[in-house]
């Protein structure tokens, strides 16, 4: 239970939660936190931010303050490579510790925050995280809750994890580079430079750039050499489109024992190839990754850094919001 009391009579009282002081485009945090004692030399600063009032909480028996609520909640949604603070002003906020890719039970999610008076606001699935990136926040919305209400956030979040982070996986990759302009010196390559610093990113290495030309069986057999090396992924640069010269995608076909798509409902993008050999990835790369800072790769990338196996009908539904 809340009781309200002026605040020239809360001398040596306990405040019941956090009090926040806005200045605008200058300030925004707490004034005064939970169980601070006021004293009298509090009461100006308590009426400068608008408080002629302020609640001693009395909790009841079933009833849980805002806090307490927050880190219960944190406890449960909380997994590996996760990491969370005290509350601040009633709310928890959960991060990541590592670099990996956020997924999210979007069902369960859902129906956590269908029950009344409990708010889980997260990112997106696929979202890619760095240590230290928020993943969500969660907070029950009034200053005291009801115990059950939060008991049935754990429930949910006991029968299988809400938000999982997943570490990006250090691959060994081979670049097949193809086009007899680039294999013939008439033009340099723009493609390898690129490759490399998106995969340095996520802690993978190239191990060889083979260049070759437009001839389907020197594409074949470059992606194949690389298999026997022991690469993790080969990502093939250049050829993707339908001109005549455009070897890449029927040599991706003839090598991959399972084409998941030839083409990407994203822009820029949509000419992408992915395509798997006994396992092994294989991207097939259009000429606006040279240009475009961010397409189609790098959504794909990351899930494939991740471990996961990029299904037809995933690709398909990224045509919602592909427009990048």
Do not use: W
């Amino acid at each position: 239970m809340k009781k309200e009391v002026r605040v020239e009579e809360a001398i040596g009282m306990r405040l019941a939660h956090d009090l926040t002081r806005i200045v605008p485009g200058e300030f925004k945090g707490r004034a005064f936190t939970k169980g601070h004692v006021i004293t009298e030399a509090d009461i100006p600063g308590l009426l400068n931010i608008g408080k002629e009032h302020i609640y001693v909480l009395e909790l009841e028996e079933g009833e849980l303050h805002e806090n307490d609520a927050a880190l219960r909640m944190a406890g449960v949604l909380a997994g590996e490579h996760m990491t969370y603070d005290e509350p601040h002003e009633g709310k928890v906020v959960l991060k990541s510790s590592v670099q990996g890719l956020l997924k999210i039970d979007k069902e369960r999610l859902l129906r956590i925050n269908m029950i009344d008076e409990i708010a889980v606001v997260a990112k997106e699935n696929n979202t890619v995280l760095e240590p230290g990136d928020k993943i969500a926040g969660l907070r029950a919305i009034p200053l005291t809750i009801a115990e059950e209400k939060v008991a049935d956030v754990e429930k949910i979040s006991r029968e299988s994890n809400v938000f999982t982070v997943k570490p990006f996986r250090k691959l060994r990759v081979g670049i097949v580079t193809t086009g007899s302009e680039v294999l013939k010196g008439r033009i340099e390559d723009k493609f390898g430079p690129v490759v490399r610093a998106k995969l340095a990113h996520f802690g993978s290495e190239v191990i060889e750039q083979k260049i070759v030309g437009d001839l389907m069986e020197d594409i074949q057999n470059a992606v194949l050499d690389f298999q026997a090396q022991g690469a993790d992924m080969v990502i093939c640069t250049g050829g993707m489109s339908v001109d005549p010269d455009d070897r890449t995608p029927g040599a991706i076909r003839r090598v991959a024992d399972e084409v998941v798509s030839y083409g990407i409902p994203m822009l820029p993008g949509s000419m992408m190839m992915l395509a798997y050999r006994e396992g092994m990835p294989i991207f097939g790369l259009p000429g606006c990754v040279i240009f475009d800072p961010f397409t189609s790769f790098d959504v794909l990338l990351p899930r494939v850094l991740a471990g996961e196996k990029v299904t037809r009908i995933e690709i398909a539904e990224l045509g919602h919001g592909g427009l990048i």
